[in-house]
């Protein structure tokens, strides 16, 4: 099956033509200028273009699959019927993502957590408890799949129809906001795909390289580091489209504040979770894998602290990206791969996984400082303000201390230890006057609105339901 979802994965890729980041970023950008009229255009040739790329993306999908792996994974045509039905949902899901692209670029990205964080995982968790009640295939698992996808994407119609984020004109016309869109998304499109291949990279080259068992361990840590990047992406959906509106609005000057506050609240968010992967690697292995993959400890800090670095320098990607500099985002995603694939050929069939995990991260790294660098000569914007370069400090200082307790055997890995750091950390964050009064008067307010919520809003809704 890993060759039928890399294929489809990458077909999609490409068929999404960039145009999920592109169409928000030029609808708040539009806006911003007061040239509401353009966004009629660039909308309804999103649509159009999303629409074709989908179906081609249907047609050649089969082919692809049986042309690069039908003989040698699927010599029986099994996977390729699987294929069949897997490819139908990519249609849906290009113009699902492009109704959600365009609510976000209206700032409307609450309808992302409707479809994607609600309707998709529960239609999914129906239509798939029903094909194992009735004791299905698995092309009947994959048509579940399949179903909850076009059962969302019918609700996200009708909600389109109900409630748009703008009056519809039906006008076909192809004229310069296209032309933009086109020439901003073709990069990122380049740019995601490239960056989708170097976590393929390591992994086919260590098959190549090294046995199979160096693969399971590597394949089963390298994931676990995308949850560092969960906060920022979470916070760059709703970045993107802001300082977008504010570019178009030529107020680049109040970006720089925006940036370096976001990027503190990303890391110093993100840190715990780096924290357990750098301080206690053998022990979350072990209990998400099993004793024999605690030798994959040394990769996971690696990696770990590679991949941190995409929150520690913070939204330079959303800030170039809303800046239109799509093109050097597509340089660096290019430099990068190329890299990665350097390093990886030099180094693992001599430190094997320690190699690949090393080669991953300073390819990683080199982006965000390329990123960083270019933010600063362009924008005259960074985010290592004095607060922030103290927030540096505190965080190397816990995770030296840390491994030093752990050396000492002071710390075990248990549960309880963990939970009093991160109680610890988020004390000696307060202490440290990393926030500004208007940080502190937010948190203020959010405390307020909790707990109301707990006081009068819960036990109210709790009554309703009751009666």
Known sequence: MFPCITIISITRAVATLGLHEGVPRYIAYFRGRHKEHKIQELIISATIMGLIAGVLATLVSPVLFEYLAGKGFDAQGKILSVVSIMIFAIPFTIVLNLAVAIYRGFDRTNVNTYFYSIIRPVSLLGFASAAVFLGVSLRGIVLADLLSMIFTFGVMSVYF????PFKPEWKLKFGEPTKQLIRYSLPLLISATLLNLMTWTDTIMLGYFKSTEVVGVYSAVYPLVGFLSMIIGSMGFVYIPVTSKLWGENKPESLGPIYQIMTKWCF??????????FVYPEFLLTKLYGAEYACGATILRILALGFVTNSYFGFNYHTIMASGDSDFLMKCSVASAGMNALLNFILIPQYGMVGAAVASSASFT???V?????????QHMHPFTSMYRRVTLVGTSIIVFM???RKALLL???GWE???FVIVYFVIIKAANVMDSTELNMISEIRKVIRYNIRIRI????KSLAS
């Open 459 to 462: 036990p109210q809704a709790l």
């Open 412 to 414: 075990s890995g248990a």
């Open 268 to 277: 110093m968010l993100t840190f715990p979770v780096f924290a357990l992967m």
């Open 161 to 164: 129809i109900k409630r748009p």
């Open 403 to 405: 491994l030093a307790a």
């Open 366 to 368: 080199s982006i965000e």
């Open 418 to 420: 963990y939970a009093a």
């Open 370 to 378: 390329l990123m960083t660098l270019r933010t600063w000569k362009k």
